[in-house]
């Protein structure tokens, strides 16, 4: 069972399992189930990439994106490989290196 501590946090999590997408995007046939989630779309009809990095000249629409890529520039490594112990800054880097294992 899950709990909310806010009414909206239950909604939201209503639409999960609903399928309604009340969220529909002005300029394509889009639609969401979180307002958020509409933002980060609108940003591919705007081209406007908000999140820029501080330590080069990339920037980027979605947070998600920014965040995979800071870890770039960082000693922060997440993903790791059960079959060696080696780390990699992104999911994409391990699942390329767990294929020398096989």
Partial sequence: DKAFSHKSGLTKHKRTHSGEKPYQCGQCEKAFSQNSNLLDHQRTHTGEKPYQCNHCDRSFS??????????????EKPYLCCQCDKTFSTNGELIQHQRTHS
């Fill in 62 to 75: 979605k947070k998600s994106g920014f965040n995979r890529h800071a870890r770039t520039h960082s000693v």
